[in-house]
């Protein structure tokens, strides 16, 4: 892999670490040769140079005479290190003046600012993990779910790069057989059974298919299942919300610091994560279906994954619902549910008059509360969504682009070899499938696709 | 210091020590007898427990068989730890879903959530620093330009404790000369020189009122010069301050993930922060003296510490200018400085109409910049700020307050000793202003008094 070594590794980066604002510590990163004897220039205490890996050591930094900071630094000398080069972090005070100050002096000492990503990078460059896997600590980091959180660990922990290697390998194979019949030229051998590698394709286009599968539960993992919430403002929307959150809320607000802004909508069950889309259009009127909201409304319940029609027990009829539901949600297009709210304010005569047609709760008192959560889960299920039969999920969008592009390979070797093509044909279109293989875990990549992909991660990691 | 030990110091405490939010890494701080063990209970790697303290250990944390992270463990045995506790550093990925795990999991073992600023109580309670330092933390967290950080590093580093534990220990000899004449009862000694006690209460007066004129800079520094900056909206007030920010925004936008919201109307000049507070009220209307924004922009400059009024050089007079600025800033009760514009597209003669009366330039071309800067400067030093000739600044409030009360103590024993009061009387006062010292370096300190400083810390200090 030393072939890919940019001249850029000469270097020694810096950057900080830790979500940037006011903290009780900040940390700073260096990574590369110089990350050692950089962060001795301006730290006063032990000579850091004669340190074993993986020490702390307190100290001042200064700059001149003018104390910086205490701070405690960590050595990971290289290979032992995330990026295995050497890095030092700098675990100073979480002012934003003074990892600025410490950052300038560090580059003004000859480190570089590191780039977004840039120091998973390295430790991709000198096969630390694969690609795959790189991707994954971004996922890991943006996880915000236990199916998200669990999805990721498992591919930052080479569980797909495994399952990728073990079918390319076994394609390798054929390729290098079908290359030698090549190397042969005109003397017309074959050293590929031909009737095996069809075996061998039909399995692995089973295997790739079931990763495809995956990709579309692994999409809503990853970004969750938008669902639109459409219904009149006295429904009891936000109830139905704040019941629907009750437990995750209570997790989060117990651990200071943690909370988030866009939680108000976003509910977490079994691992999956609904956002519930809010249709202010529906919800500013009193009549759903002459507003002039309802097309907008309808819009989005186009774009959505799932329709959640909230209505209120005490007002509302069956045919009503029925009719209202029709109007949001022509020819039934999108998965639908009909929730009615204030069931402990009716007569049990009233709610037998909705059958099955809705389901009935009472968001205040919590009744049926469960019945909806398996309800919406029913409904991300019914789509096929979780019958991957997969242990490996794909989540990421790169990958599953990358695995149709493989098939579409395969099934060209496939068609070539019923048509009888020739050694060469087949040759190229394995060789294509190969290197949509590799390109997912980074045994082949380009500066272009690295780039690309680590652009995404944040500064620091 | 033990009997000051609450018996909620034998828990062991955890908390997020980095900002919330996405991020390359999370610090989790665990501190207390079990930090070690809770942690070990979780950690799949090394054995924790017996590895030396300043050594950081991989592994992953687990939930029973569910890996949750790869993370690195720092350990810190007690004493040689910011708390004097065992203390642990888990350093993982920085998503809020990992953190909360983390935080949810230890917790369930056996930890407790951390109160804001509670690891640098417990530093201060088992001795690491007196309170006076304690309090510089939060400081240095919060300071944003050269010398506020300055300030705070030296108090943090002692120094303010040192100059105060001198005047205190001065002062402790002469008490307890009239304690011993006390104990002595009715056989009327004087074991304390009065006249020598006389001397040392007006050195110590001196030092005590120099201390306290320095409070009014020292809340300069760290709070900033609240500068109302009027003008129409024509006169040049953005580029005005952009021109000033020219280099301070060079170096913030070099480093990435250090900008701030409020940075817009902050200016930094040699350390001091000007804080520019817009005026809409007369932003909004173009004649000034006529419009209803003139009594609101009059209550902001009575509240401020410098009015800067800015206008536009190719439309003003002269005469206009001292009339609009006598409207806004009547009695001139508020340090002013006018400021012309524009001064590139006028003439010369033009120019010398203003004579001393507005400090002109051109925010376009650079003109008259630095005289700008100095001006600014000069008006916080001349009134007086800048003249403390002391070298400790004090900067907190509350270290104001008990200055100001054990200086109205130490004036008690002086006019005590003017009007050969008691022995008793003077020894009472001489011990309030001893208490007084006391509380701000915590020799003397109540629950309340900690818990009202500690409470303003971040979670996780």
Redesign the interface.
């Known amino acids: 892999m030393s072939s890919l070594l940019p001249p850029s590794l000469s270097d020694t980066i810096v ?13 700073v ?1 260096l990574s590369g040769p110089q990350a050692i004897a950089l962060t001795e220039s301006i730290f006063a205490g032990k000579s850091l140079q004669e340190q074993a890996t ?4 307190f100290g001042t930094l200064r700059d001149g005479e ?5 701070v ?1 630094v ?3 000398r290289a290979p032992r290190s995330y990026t295995r080069e050497d890095v030092v ?1 700098i ?1 100073c ?9 410490v ?2 002096l560090l580059v003004h000492r000859g480190a570089r ?1 590191a780039e977004a990503g840039e ?1 998973t990078k390295r430790a991709f460059l000198h096969g630390a993990f694969d690609l795959a896997q790189a991707e994954a ?1 971004a996922d ?6 236990a199916l ?3 999805v990721a ?1 498992q591919q ?2 080479g569980g797909f790069s495994r399952e990728l290697k073990e079918l390319r390998a076994r394609l390798v194979q054929f390729a290098s057989l079908l290359e030698l019949e090549l190397d042969f030229g005109e003397e017309d051998v074959e050293f590929a059974d031909r009737s095996g590698l069809t075996n061998l394709l039909q399995e692995l286009e089973g295997i790739i298919r079931q990763l495809l599968r995956s990709f579309e539960l692994g999409n809503v993992i990853k970004n969750g299942v938008t669902t639109v919430i459409a219904g009149k403002p006295n429904a009891g929307k936000s109830t139905l919300l704040n019941a629907l959150l009750n437990e995750e809320r209570a ?2 607000s ?7 802004d866009f939680i108000e909508d976003e509910v977490s069950l079994e691992g999956i994560r609904f956002r519930f889309v809010d249709t202010a259009g529906l919800r500013d009127t009193t009549d759903v279906v002459e507003s002039m909201g309802v097309e907008r409304t309808r819009q989005r319940v186009r774009q959505a994954a799932l329709l959640l029609y909230l209505f209120d027990l005490t007002t509302a009829s069956p045919a009503q619902v029925a009719a209202e539901l029709a109007e949001l949600n022509p020819g039934n297009l999108i998965p639908a549910l009909a929730v009615g709210n204030k069931l402990d304010q009716i007569s049990s005569d009233e709610a037998a008059a909705y059958a099955d047609d809705a389901l009935l709760l009472s968001a205040a008192t919590g009744q049926g509360m469960d019945e909806l959560k398996q309800a919406l889960l029913q409904k991300v299920r019914g789509t096929g969504l979780d019958r991957t039969g997969s242990a490996t999920i794909v989540t990421n969008v790169r990958h599953a682009r990358s695995l149709e592009a493989a098939l579409a390979a395969l099934l060209a070797v496939q068609a070539g070899l019923q048509s009888n093509a020739g050694t060469e044909l087949l040759a190229a279109d394995l060789r294509r499938a190969l290197a949509y293989l590799g390109e997912i875990t980074g045994e082949i990549s380009t500066d272009d696709l690295l780039t690309s992909i680590f652009t995404q991660f ?4």
């Open positions: 950057a900080l670490s830790t979500p940037p604002g006011s903290g009780a510590i900040a940390l990163r993986h020490t702390l050591h003018r104390i910086l900071d205490e405690v960590s050595l990971f972090e675990s005070h979480g002012s934003d003046y003074i990892v600025q100050q950052l300038s600012l120091f600590v890991l980091i943006a996880s915000d779910s998200s959180h669990q660990m930052m922990r997790i989060v117990a651990i200071p610091g943690t909370t988030r944040c500064i620091g990691k």
